[in-house]
Structures are given as structure tokens and as C-alpha cells.
């Protein structure tokens, strides 16, 4: 009886461990981001600049290939 309460409280314990971990990972995750949302947003603008620029070079390469 002793032993299955035991295990029983070690199971809940770690299962609040695990919860607690994963609580920990998540409010580390929402701080870093929002730390980091000013660089996030710098590089979204370059990706769509490079994007940009992809297609204009696509464009001019098209009009230079007779069809």
C-alpha cells in the first residue's frame, strides 16, 4: 500500500516537473520573441527586398528569351 501511494505521489511530482519545465520553456520562448521582435521584423523586410529583387532579375532575364 505504502509503495503504490509512493509511486503515485512520484508520477504527480513529475508530471508537475514536467509542466513546470514546459510553463518555463514557454515564458522563455515569449520573452526572447518579444526581445527580439525588432531584429524579426529587420528580417522579413531583407526576405522581401530579396524577393524583390529575385523578381526583377526574373522579369529582365524573361524579356531577353525570345518565346
Do not use: C, F
Not at 9 to 35: D, F, H, K, P
Not at 38 to 57: C, I
Amino acid at each position: 500500500m505504502k509503495l503504490t501511494l509512493l509511486n503515485r505521489l512520484g508520477r504527480t511530482l513529475q508530471g508537475l516537473l514536467i509542466l513546470a519545465m514546459a510553463w518555463g520553456v514557454v515564458s522563455g520562448l515569449e520573452v526572447n520573441i518579444a526581445y527580439n521582435k525588432d531584429k524579426a521584423v529587420e528580417a522579413q523586410k531583407n526576405l522581401w527586398d530579396r524577393a524583390r529583387g529575385v523578381l526583377s532579375v526574373v522579369r529582365e532575364v524573361r524579356e531577353y528569351i525570345p518565346m
